[in-house]
């Protein structure tokens, strides 16, 4: 079969699901059969693109093919593919997880009555993730970028009974379209430049075509869109409410899929951004600041799915970090394994969750004692998180030794601190994590539901990629990221530094959370003064959108609504109101007299002869 | 010598049509008012013979003194609006109407002061009745024949009207 | 005096005016009829004075005039007709108590 | 064959009205199939235009006299070119939708009918015909049944919205009849025929700009442009649906429609020389509207107050004079008339099930009624915007467009953007999602059957379509947008 | 020539109301039938003598394309008025033959008007008409209502007159000749001299009188408001007309040198127009907002007029005969829906659609005719009028015209309104109208009138360009 055939199949298998789903499968009972059919679609997708993987890997030459989708005569749009060896692994990646979590979710949703419009929605989600993943144009993927946001609002918003749900789903739609607005205003720029916007164009021709100062521009504005979908800085608070809909969904969504497509949308546009230096540091600042909030924002958190959200965007912030110092190959590495081991921490919560009757609290689960908490379940937590950490033999690891060294060989050893400093504290709260949860607690819940096998596969496949995946492939993908086979005193230096950070970290975690008889919640953090209390208010930044919001908008559309009920309004019923007042005066000039009809007739006259005789 | 007995007279027939009209606007009287009326019109008549048109003075003082005026004192008294009392006068009325006849009254003689009107002195030209009798039948046949119609629509009319009973059929919506 | 114009116009402007006045400030209705009287009085005298001092056809001028009578005969008519009726409907002839129909 | 296809279009409403007139108000079953039929016979005529039609060239097609008043300049010409035929498949898809949605209605079926044919024989006259005299007299018979049938079948204070938007909109068209005797006057070709007038006449510059403000002032009000659209919220709010479906869909069309055809096409320089107003008047619009939306709690009012801001856009599309801009301005016209109207009609559906309209006690139509609300969703989603349906195609190449022409205005106009996934959303999270209220109070809402869901089922399926695949619009219109900016 | 024109059956009329009138008792049914076919036969007369032409009693009476496309609108008024006053209730059975007889002379007044080339056949023409319209107010049996509305009809009346005849005087002075052509020929050398103006206007101020222009319009209202429906119909419609002829003979005999009245004509129109539409916003009573509306209609003919040009005449012509329909039909509507002939009220048409949906459609298409809205006849006639005075010139004037027509939507949709709308009226409160067969005819007639020639007005407009080619 040809590359395009398989790719076609590979993009369009969620399509087709979504559309069986949508319009033939409607009646009550067939509800599982709808997520059946899903999950084996999604399957044969994942598979697909694995052959693909397998095929195209060592090909260097991108497989384009497309179709205009709207012309006139100053430019051109295209719908289609780009496949290069950067989409490649994206969609490989994209394929296996959302197969993986449509494959959990089947047990997670099992007794949830909407699960026919939850398989919907996660298939047109998958579709959208797969095709923005390859589309050839950059106005194509904000298309798609636009459906995932959609996509996303609908699946926050799933319980939409419940009015927090209601909430986040309203709050993340109106953030990522705020961002999506700066995608949108350089998609347009560059096509009002460059008449086009193919990426095999920018990527070659844009830096050349465009003076670098437009270049800052579009990249900052680019950037906007960015923050909006991956969750940076000023744009992330709506990342960890939206933790209100349900954990596969976070799971696929929140932590692989959606939010990585700010970054891959950098790390594929990377030869157009690495024009302007200027942008380039701003991109840096941005992430470093993202990554430190979020990372001391997880270090009191009690709820499980918001810690790891708060980890996901610490992690983001590192990416574009790394992206911003020149380091995108590392960063996109650490996108691929970042997806795999944080799908999978969250798929567990989403287990120790229901294991703990539905709170997301991680004292109350440390409280259920080893006998009901599957020993699978405990290890795969502790693989996961270790993961998360950058110990040596996990795919967490690789990426993030890759990131450290190309900052160290770029010299740029500030950067290199505060990456040193993130990867300390993510490792202490994710052990903290990873300590209160595998708790031997004193309840023992008698009716311990033995895990279906599927859900067990589909756990224990992220694991395992986690675990050897990554080295399995390692000597193929050493000559694309550049990795050094055999390691110098650099890397020796390097690995040293980066592995002592996170033993120490883990030896305080443990200090305050591994030993029998501690009973502490927020470890050092209570220490420091006014930090907790920072913490508590997600450093303001609701506060200030609340603001921006009530402030701004509410109070704007009351004003013009008021100019329109009172200024424009007024003005319009005085128009007809004078008519009708003159009206009235008019008709009181007949006072029935006759002869003063008369007198005024001759006194009329007069003036008008008058007027004749002396006028001409 | 003959000329000055012809301005006496002449004077004379100005002052009775002049002094008629004040009476028969002026007077309360609303019988004073119909006299002087036909004083009013025997003067006139005078004032056409000054102007060499007999028939029209003999017609005038016919129909105009004759039909007209006496119509117009028999409504007075078949309808007892002798003994109707004059309502009070409103001033600003009278003051209104008076300033703007006396108005009109300026501003037309000065302007027939200052035309230049083309006049032959001596008439030349058939004004006997014979012409006119020509006349009228070869170029105003048809406003002849419309007058009789219209004398015979108001004869018939103010019979109708005028013997109307009293009884009113329907009740108009009030306007105010 | 009598042979040039300006007297006769004179004469009926004034006639003409006095007539005006009694339309606009009589109160009786009969009084209003009379101005009336006076006004088409002065249009003849007019047009005598113009046929008889202009090189015009002579009968014209005084066709005119008789045809004015004719009219002003009907017009004293139907007047009183109708006068008569406002008296049998009012019981009175003053023309300033008639304003019923207004605005 | 050349069988008249133009006229068959417009006298096939006026026929069904007239045989509406002799039918006995009993048998409402005949008289809504009548009106099917006519309505129906345009529809077929529109597509046939549709597929016939060759974009190449950009010259009228079509063209029918029939006859012409000697001396007066004044003929009844019929022609259509790539401008029209979309808004006349528009017009046509409007009229048979709103005649299926209007199917259950019981009171005074006949005169509403009728109405409704006349109001849409306007519409098709206004987008036909070529000449002045018969484009005004079109022009005024589409807005005078409004006052009707706001006046009978409308609700709220009616007598009140029905004078404000008759009489609103006959003080613009008074400008455009003065602009049209002007024109025939400065034109010096002694004819009201545009046709001759688009090829032949020339102005001189200070004349364009002065009849270039009289005829976007004119045309302006009945496209609801910002200071003039007070008419357009209440006038909506208190129409029935059909009603105020055609009115909001067609004729807010017809203003744009006229601007382009008129105003456009006749002054160059005055479009150069009023291209600010233009465009503020467009951003304004937008961002005016759509704040006021937000503080909305009538749900017809919120759609009165979209449609005016989507108006915005059509009005920001014209302004910036370029093709882009033009071909986006001529495509939100199609997608804005489709959406309005499917907005309408769910919201007249909800009226009918709930007798309800106001937000604050509307709870949970998304269980309640699942079918109808997705048309609602589905509609608000093309309202804000969402790729896939056709408001952002048309949205994206209006501000392309704008941004090609000035940054300020570009970037004012994505904030509508924003603005307008604010209001959409606001409704869903207080009135669609969420539990429905308890059954006791308000009226448990029916869902559509297949039958009552037929016309959204039509407008939705056109709006996909137009999403999908937009290029089948813009290659009728790109040919006739070159020919109109060919004086710039 | 003679036999078959409108004047001499016009007289035949006349005489045979005349005999009718001479009898004792008077059988009204068989009557009214019979009134109808007169009617009928004068109309047949005017359309035969359609293309006569010739000039008779020394260039006194004229006939030529203009007077006889005028007299065959006159008398088709003249024929839809005794249409439609077959049972005319409010005047008493003994007088009827009268009420007809004096209808016809004052016609027959109004026919000879047109043609008329000379002042005193003219004046002569004028009075019959007057005086037999004077006599018919007084014949409505309400009381203080028509007695008032007639005094103060023949007072304005013979006032306007008796100036008229003085200024006929001064113009005969001036002009030493009676004949309208030869004192239009000296027009251009009398200017400089005052006297002309004060001749000229005096002796317009009995044709401002029946067209009830700006200074003599104030009695519209009241003789409206207490006549009788069918006759009030006739004046606001035929005589404004005939008034409205003598205008345009004396414009088309003065030509180019009227243009130096303008500022004074686009005065008086601008003042007509806009009192007229501004009292009519208010009315409560109908007959009286007809009145109004047709002081403002006057307007718009005025404006049309006043360009002498051919467009603008034959606008105005037009628009005078789309006028006479309308408003005839108008009135007809407001003698339907009064039970014996007493005055409506406008929220009388409330729900009207359920009493008669006929008359309800034939009151919507009339007064939407009059409002000037497509495709009637009132729209195209005011789009011919205003047309012609951008073209001549007059855009203020036009800008003025056009808001005064949309000021004046404002009352007729009001009305149409009421018509169409039925809250406020308990379930039974209405009884339904009963429209003879002839009357039904009429209904259907109008209408399809109203719309056809709106929408084709080539067919009419023909007709008009010929009557007045002569003079341009």
């Known amino acids: 079969m040809s590359h395009l055939a398989l790719l076609n199949i590979s993009v369009f298998s969620n399509f087709v699901a979504f559309l069986l789903i949508t319009f033939f499968l409607k009646k009550k009972e067939q509800r599982f059969l709808a997520a059946k059919v899903a999950i084996t679609l999604s399957g044969l997708g994942a598979l697909v693109s694995c052959v693909l993987l397998f095929q195209r890997f060592h090909l260097d030459i991108a497989l384009t093919a497309s179709v205009t989708w709207l012309k006139w005569n100053t430019g051109e749009l295209l719908i289609g593919y780009y496949l290069d060896k950067v989409s490649l692994m994206m969609l490989t990646t994209v394929c296996v997880i959302s197969f993986m979590v449509q494959m959990y979710s089947f047990w997670y949703m099992k007794d949830d009555a909407g699960i026919r419009r939850y398989y919907g929605t996660i298939t047109f989600f998958s579709w959208a993730m797969i095709f923005f993943v390859v589309s050839i144009d950059l106005f194509g993927s904000y298309i798609f970028w636009e459906l995932l946001g959609l996509a996303s609002y609908l699946l926050i918003g799933f319980w939409h009974e419940k009015p927090e749900p209601r909430r986040a789903a309203i709050k993340a739609f109106i953030m990522t379209r705020f961002g999506d607005l700066g995608l949108l205003a350089a998609v347009i720029l560059l096509l009002v430049k460059l008449k086009t916007v193919a990426i095999p164009v920018l990527i070659t021709a844009a830096g050349t075509l465009l003076s670098p100062q437009e270049v800052f521009w579009i990249v900052v504005l680019l950037f906007l869109g960015v923050m909006g979908k991956s969750a940076q800085f000023p744009l992330h608070s709506w990342l960890p409410d939206a933790m209100e809909g349900p954990t596969p969904v976070s799971a696929l969504i929140h932590s692989a899929t959606m939010v990585a497509a700010g970054v891959y949308l950098l790390v594929r546009l990377f030869p157009l951004i690495a024009f302007s230096e200027s942008a380039m540091t701003y991109i840096l600042c941005i992430g470093a600041l993202t990554s430190l909030i979020a990372a001391v924002m997880a270090l009191t958190e009690k709820d499980m799915k918001r810690i790891l959200a708060y980890s996901t965007v610490s992690q983001l912030g590192f990416m574009v970090m790394a992206i911003g110092a020149g380091a995108w190959q590392g960063g996109f590495f650490h996108l691929l394994t970042h997806a795999f081991f944080k799908s999978m921490l969250f798929l567990l919560a989403g287990y120790f969750i229901h294991m703990a009757h539905h709170s997301n609290d991680i004292f109350s689960m440390a409280k259920v004692s080893y006998g009901t908490k599957s020993k699978l379940m405990v290890a795969l937590l502790w693989v996961g998180s270790l993961a998360l950490c950058g110990l040596f033999p996990l795919s967490g690891f690789l990426s993030k030794e890759t990131i450290f060294g190309s900052l160290m060989e770029g010299h740029h050893y500030g950067v290199y601190g505060v990456a040193l400093l993130i990867s300390f504290l993510t490792a202490y709260y994710t052990t903290r994590m990873a300590f209160i949860v595998s708790r031997n607690g004193e309840v023992v819940d008698a009716q311990e539901n033995s895990l279906p096998l599927y859900m067990k596969i589909s756990v224990s496949f992220l694991g395992l990629m986690t675990l050897i995946g990554f080295w399995i492939f390692l000597p193929a993908l050493t000559e694309f990221f550049h990795l050094h086979s055999e390691w110098h005193a650099e890397q020796w230096v390097n690995f040293f530094i980066t592995t002592i950070g996170v033993v120490l970290a883990i030896g305080v975690s443990y200090f305050y959370f591994g030993r029998k008889q501690a009973t502490s919640e927020k470890g050092w953090v209570s220490f420091i003064p006014g930090l907790s209390g920072l913490i508590e208010n997600k450093f303001f930044v609701d506060h200030f959108w609340k603001w921006v919001v009530d402030k701004g908008v509410y109070r704007f559309s009351r004003m013009s609504f008021w100019t329109d009920v009172h200024i424009i309004n007024v003005i319009v019923d005085q128009v007809g109101l004078t008519a009708i007042r003159c009206g009235k005066k008019a008709a009181a000039l007949q006072m029935g007299q006759v002869q003063q009809y008369i007198i005024t007739a001759v006194v009329v006259s007069l003036f008008v002869v008058i007027y004749l005789i002396f006028g001409k | 010598m003959l000329s000055l007995i012809t301005d006496l007279t002449f004077l004379f027939f100005v002052v009775v049509t002049l002094g008629g009209a004040v009476m028969a606007v002026g007077l309360k009287n609303i019988f004073h008012n119909a006299l002087s009326l036909a004083l009013t019109l025997f003067g006139t008549a005078g004032i056409f013979i000054f102007l060499r048109s007999e028939f029209v003075a003999l017609i005038q003082i016919l129909i105009y003194a004759g039909a007209i005026s006496i119509a117009i004192i028999f409504a007075i008294m078949l309808s007892p609006s002798l003994s109707l009392k004059p309502s009070k006068r409103s001033v600003t009325k009278i003051l209104i109407s008076l300033s703007v006849s006396l108005l009109v009254f300026v501003a037309l003689s000065y302007i027939f002061i200052h035309t230049p009107w083309v006049v032959l002195p001596e008439m030349v030209g058939d004004n006997s009745v014979k012409h006119i009798g020509e006349v009228i039948i070869q170029r105003y046949a048809f406003a002849f024949e419309l007058i009789s119609v219209v004398l015979l629509v108001s004869i018939l009319g103010s019979l109708v009207i005028a013997q109307k009973d009293k009884k009113t059929t329907i009740q108009d919506s009030p306007n105010d | 005096m009598i042979n040039d114009i300006t007297p006769y116009l004179i004469l009926s402007a004034a006639l003409f005016c006095i007539g005006l006045y009694g339309l606009l400030a009589r109160r009786s209705l009969i009084g209003i009829l009379i101005a009336t009287e006076l006004i088409l009085n002065a249009a003849n005298i007019n047009f005598l004075t113009f046929s008889r001092f202009m090189d015009v056809d002579k009968a014209v001028g005084q066709i005119f005039t008789l045809f004015v009578i004719a009219l002003a005969a009907a017009e004293v008519a139907v007047g009183l007709s109708i006068v008569l009726v406002v008296y049998r409907n009012f019981n009175t002839i003053n023309v300033e108590k008639m304003d019923h129909l207004k605005g | ?488 | 020539m003679w036999f078959y024109s409108v004047e001499t059956f016009l007289v035949l009329a006349s005489l045979f109301f005349f005999s009718w009138s001479l009898r004792k008792e008077v059988h009204l049914t068989l009557f009214h039938k019979l009134v109808g076919w007169a009617g009928f036969l004068v109309l047949l007369s005017a359309l035969f003598s359609f293309d006569f032409r010739g000039v008779f009693f020394q260039e006194v009476y004229v006939m030529d394309g203009f007077s006889q496309l005028m007299k065959v609108i006159l008398v088709l008024g003249y024929f839809i008025t005794l249409f439609l006053a077959q049972e005319v209730k409010d005047v008493d059975g003994k007088h009827q033959p009268e009420f007809y007889l004096f209808l016809t002379t004052s016609t027959l007044g109004m026919v000879v008007l047109v043609s008329a080339k000379d002042l005193i056949t003219l004046y002569t023409a004028l009075e019959l008409a007057s005086y037999s319209l004077y006599l018919l107010i007084p014949m409505r049996s309400n009381g203080k209502g028509s007695a008032e509305a007639s005094i103060k009809y023949i007072l304005i009346g013979i006032a306007a007159s008796g100036i008229m005849v003085y200024g006929f005087s001064l113009l005969f002075g001036l002009t030493q000749t009676t004949y309208l052509n030869e004192i239009a020929a000296q027009l251009p050398l009398l200017y400089q001299m005052p006297i002309f103006w004060v001749a000229f206007f005096f002796s317009l101020a009995g044709f401002f009188f029946k067209l009830s222009f700006f200074p003599f319009h104030a009695w519209t209202p009241d003789v409206y408001e207490a006549g009788n429906t069918q006759v009030i119909g006739f004046i606001s419609t035929v005589s404004k007309i005939a008034g409205l002829s003598v205008l345009i003979r004396f414009m088309l005999l003065a030509g180019e040198t009227a243009h130096v009245l303008d500022d004074v004509w686009v005065a008086i129109a601008i003042a007509t127009m806009t009192i007229g539409n501004l009292s009519a916003l208010i009315q409560k009573d109908l007959k009286r907002l007809l009145a109004y509306s047709s002081i403002a209609q006057a307007g718009y003919l005025l404006v049309g007029v006043l360009c002498i040009s051919e467009k603008g005449i034959s606008g105005a012509i037009y628009y005078a005969a789309a006028y006479l329909v309308m408003n005839l039909t108008a009135f007809f509507i407001i003698s339907q829906l009064s039970k014996n002939g007493n005055n409506v009220p406008t929220s009388a048409v409330k729900g009207l659609f359920k009493r008669s949906p006929l008359l309800a459609l034939t009151l919507l298409i009339s007064f939407f005719a009059l409002a000037g809205i497509p495709p009637l006849a009132g729209f195209t006639g005011k789009w011919f009028i205003f047309s012609a005075a951008v073209n001549s010139g007059y855009n203020v004037l036009a800008l003025v015209a056009i808001f005064n027509s949309i000021i004046s939507l404002y009352y007729y949709l009001m009305v149409v309104k009421d018509a169409y709308s039925d809250e406020g009226i308990e379930a039974g409160g209405l009884e339904p109208i009963r429209l003879k067969p002839a009357y039904q005819i009429y209904c259907y007639l109008s209408i399809a009138v109203l719309v056809v020639t709106g929408f084709f007005p080539h067919l009419f407009m023909s007709l008009t360009k010929q009557s007045i080619a002569v003079f341009f």
């Not at chain 4, 409308?154 to 008074?174: H, R």
């Not at chain 4, 501000?399 to 205005?409: L, Q, R």
């Open chain 4, 1 to 488: 064959m050349n069988l008249p296809i133009l006229s068959i279009i417009l006298l096939a409403p006026l026929l069904a009205m007239a045989l509406i007139l002799f039918v006995k108000e009993e048998n409402s079953r005949l008289i809504k199939s009548i009106a099917l039929i006519g309505s129906g016979i345009s529809f077929l005529g529109s597509i046939y235009l549709v597929l016939a039609y060759d974009y190449h060239s950009a010259e009228f097609r079509w063209v029918e006299q029939w006859f012409e008043v000697p001396g007066w300049g004044i003929q009844f010409i019929l022609g259509v070119d790539g401008l029209s035929i979309p808004l006349v498949l528009l017009t046509s898809i409007i009229i048979f939708s709103g005649v299926l949605v209007s199917q259950n209605l019981k009171f005074r079926v006949k005169e509403f009918f009728a109405l409704l044919l006349l109001l849409v024989a306007g519409a098709y006259g206004v987008l036909l015909v070529l000449d002045l005299f018969f484009f005004f007299l079109f022009y005024e018979l589409a807005v005078i049944p409004m006052f009707l049938l706001v006046n009978i079948w409308g609700t709220g204070n009616k007598t009140y919205a029905a004078n404000k938007l008759t009489l609103y909109l006959l003080a613009g068209s008074g400008l455009v009849l003065f602009g049209f005797f002007i024109l025939y006057f400065v034109s010096g070709l002694n004819t009201f025929n545009l046709k001759d007038m688009l090829e032949l006449a020339s102005f001189s510059p200070g004349m364009q700009k002065g009849l270039f403000i009289l005829f976007l002032i004119g045309f302006g009000t009945l496209s609801a442009t910002w200071p003039f659209h007070t008419w357009s919220p209440d006038g909506y709010a208190s129409a029935p649906t059909a009603a105020s479906m055609l009115h909001a869909a067609v004729l807010k069309t017809l203003g744009a429609y006229g601007i382009l055809r008129v105003a456009v096409a006749l002054f160059p320089e005055g479009a150069h020389y009023w291209q600010w107003l233009m465009l503020s008047f467009g951003v304004i619009n937008i961002l005016y509207a759509a704040l006021c939306v937000i503080v909305q709690k009538d749900l017809k009012y919120i759609v009165g107050y979209s449609c005016v801001s989507h108006m915005g856009i059509v009005m920001l599309g014209i302004g910036t004079l370029t093709q882009a801009g033009l071909n986006g301005a001529m495509f939100q016209m199609f997608s804005h008339g489709i959406m309005t109207a499917l907005l309408f009609a769910s919201v007249g559906y909800i009226y009918e099930a709930k007798k309800t309209r106001n937000l604050d006690d509307l709870k949970g139509l998304f269980k309640e009624m699942p079918k109808a609300s997705t048309f609602f969703i589905l509609a608000g989603l093309t309202c804000l915007g969402l790729p896939g349906l056709s408001g952002f195609v048309a949205e994206f190449l209006v501000i392309y467009a704008t941004f090609s022409v000035s940054y300020v205005f570009g970037s004012l106009a994505l904030l509508g953007l924003v603005l307008s996934a604010i209001y959409i959303l606001r409704i869903l999270k207080s009135s669609f999602w969420g539990v429905p209220s308890d059954k006791s109070t308000a009226p448990v809402g029916v869902d559509h059957n297949w039958k009552t869901a037929l016309p959204q089922y039509i407008l939705f399926s056109f709006l996909l379509l137009l999403g999908i695949c937009p290029m089948i619009l813009i290659q009728f219109i790109s040919q006739t947008s070159i020919v109109l900016l060919r004086g710039y």
